[in-house]
């Protein structure tokens, strides 16, 4: 027994045996490609007495794939090239068919040994079933020099009737046996007891190879195969992502990724370029329809993503705080420290370092009190929205105004109204209501009562900084200080009129409105000196009597 695990992947048959998993043809050469390339011994390509589409794309890939070894496989012989068969001539003749012009090609058979699926799936008793499984062993022998049999629901088989099974199989010919667990109900304690109960009772076990096809209903399917594997199976039947009848099999990305980790303990290899795996498991995911879950092992969107503030805190001192392995080994560029609500200040400031800013002290202070404050209404904090958090935060050095409260009214029932409360330079608190065409509108009057700068509006641009409905949104305004003497330009020599730009970031759209807008007007005020004319107290209306004044002229009209 070596120490060499083959890797027998039966993505393309016992995968696409998932419900709704269906492939086409051209999409499963390319999985097949993709697999060779990732380096598993065998691809089980299909059960071509299914269909002629699949015995098509079993053909398709004993012959493209089957035959020499796909630029990038790690090793120098093609894989093994399977096809599934029932204990029937047909259909182990239409297996021969699809596999035949492989290099290494094997013919695949099975049949049920449990009481249960003999006596009423089979209707046979255990003579005929012996019996059959000599006869069609043997005949599938004289087509193909590889032949594997699998006991099916070996799991739930009498032991002793598996051993009987199992030598009547070598007789005939078998070069592998495969044990099942076909529904998942095995314990890793029981499956490995099996594989070495077999061992022990099986005469010639040592000629052949021990296989171990697990399934996942239990979701046991990763522990089972690997107590197999333990008990001294060689050989671990696994499908990217898991997929398969049911629950699905056993994954091939945990089974290489265990076997890699925890090298010390199983003293074990394979020939999967591990680096391949996340690539491998998208493709599937894409040409099956599969979704992969993202907590799932190795290969989940958050498989190396920590957002919590003491695990962020831990990866930035030692990667090894929490995780067990490099992104790097499955292909994922780097560790992902999603920011969100739980995260820290020191994830905080790693990630605006990343991008080129350095926060310390008060400053990364304020800036993580409003990364909180947007993580608590987002799910995630992109990189883009950092940057207009940080364009909104580093603004003009004095805040001449500043926004201390707004309400706005719109819709289709009345003028739209908005109330700006603004601290001024002078300290005072100016509360004003305004209408307007729509609430920009309406807030920037509100503001422009109180400021008085005489400026004008130029231009006013508004985007989402990243996806979804919770997104911010980032508001980009240009004012220019009003020209006293337009329309005699021409006879006046002054200096041309400043232009000042202001952004603003909100969930907020109508608050990125006014934010930008004070941006702008707070620079004008800086440029002039800090000069300012506070408004007459006649100015500042009491918001009430505005909207008043408002819904009785929206009546009027
Ligand atoms: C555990 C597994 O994953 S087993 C593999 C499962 N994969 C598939 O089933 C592949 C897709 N299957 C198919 O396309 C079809 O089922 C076919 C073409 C194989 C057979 O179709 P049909 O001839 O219409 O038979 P149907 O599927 O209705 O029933 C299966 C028959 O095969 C028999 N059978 C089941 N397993 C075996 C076996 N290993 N060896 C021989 N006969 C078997 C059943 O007893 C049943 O026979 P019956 O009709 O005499 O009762
Ligand atoms: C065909 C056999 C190996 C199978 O898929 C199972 O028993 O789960
Ligand atoms: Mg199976």
Redesign the pocket.
């Known amino acids: 027994m070596g120490n060499y695990v083959r890797i027998f992947d039966t993505t393309l048959r ?1 995968g696409e ?1 998932s419900p709704g998993a269906t492939m086409t043809s051209s999409e499963k050469l390319e999985i097949a490609k993709a697999l060779s390339r990732l380096g598993v011994d065998v691809i089980e390509a299909g ?1 071509p ?3 002629p589409d699949d015995l098509a794309a079993v053909r398709a890939i004993a012959e493209h794939v089957g035959r020499e070894p796909i630029e990038g496989r790690p090793s120098s012989e093609p894989p093994s090239i399977v096809g ?1 068969a ?3 001539k047909g ?1 182990i003749d239409a297996a021969w068919e699809g596999i035949k012009r492989a290099k290494h090609p094997c013919l695949h058979t ?3 040994t449990s009481d249960l699926h003999m006596k009423h ?2 209707r046979m008793s255990r003579e005929q079933v012996l019996a059959k499984i000599a006869e069609q062993v043997a005949y599938a022998k004289s087509l193909c020099n590889q032949i594997e049999f699998s006991p ?1 629901d070996a799991g739930r088989t009498d032991p002793e009737f598996l051993y009987q099974v199992l030598d009547v199989a070598i007789r005939a010919g078998a070069t592998v046996l495969n044990i099942p667990d ?1 529904v998942g109900y095995t314990t890793p304690d029981e499956f490995g007891g099996i594989i070495s109960g077999i061992f022990a009772n099986v005469p010639n076990i040592d000629s052949v190879i021990v296989s171990v096809h697990c399934h996942n209903d239990l979701g046991l399917a990763t522990a089972n195969t690997l107590a197999g594997i333990r008990a001294g199976a060689r050989q671990a039947e696994v499908t990217i992502n898991g997929i398969g ?1 049911r629950a699905g099999n056993t994954s091939l990305e945990e089974v290489v990724m265990t076997l890699a980790t925890r090298a010390p303990k199983f003293n074990l290899t394979t020939g999967i370029d591990t680096t391949q795996l996340t690539r491998v498991s998208r493709m599937v995911s894409t040409a099956t329809g599969i979704v992969v879950q993202p907590n799932k092992a190795v290969v989940g969107a958050n498989a190396f993503a920590h957002e919590s503030g003491i695990h962020q805190d831990g990866m930035l001192k030692h990667e090894a705080t929490y995780e067990i392995m490099r992104p790097e080994s499955v292909g994922v560029t780097q560790t992902n420290l999603v920011l969100g609500k739980h995260s820290g200040r020191a994830a905080l400031s790693a990630r605006l370092n990343a991008m080129g800013y350095s926060f310390d002290g008060p400053a990364l202070d304020r800036v993580f009190a409003r990364f909180k404050a947007l993580a608590d209404r987002r799910k995630q904090v992109h990189d883009a929205d950092l940057e207009a958090l940080i364009h909104d935060e580093v603004g003009p050095d004095i805040e001449s105004f500043q926004l201390e409260g707004l309400l706005v009214g719109c819709g289709t029932m009345g003028m739209p109204t908005a109330t700006v409360r603004l601290r001024c330079p002078d300290g005072k608190v100016r509360v004003h209501a305004a209408v307007g065409t729509g609430p920009v509108d309406a807030a920037y009057k509100a503001v422009d009562a109180i400021v008085s700068t005489n400026a004008d509006l130029l231009e006013f641009t508004i985007r989402s900084v990243t996806e979804g409905i919770d997104a911010l949104g980032e508001v980009a305004v240009r004012i220019r200080e009003r020209d006293e003497h337009e329309g005699v330009r021409a006879q006046h020599s002054g200096p041309e009129k400043r232009v000042f730009h202001g952004t603003g970031a909100d969930t907020d759209i109508i608050v990125a409105s006014v934010k930008a807008y004070l941006r702008a007007q707070n620079k004008l005020v800086q440029a002039t000196g800090g000069e300012w004319d506070a408004p007459s107290s006649r100015d500042v209306v009491v918001h009430s009597e505005a909207v008043q004044a408002a819904v009785a002229s929206s009546r009027a009209s």
Do not use: V
């Open positions: 016992d045996q059960f007495a299914a269909s599934l029932r204990a029937t259909d099975f049949l049920s799936k089979l099916e076909t009848e």
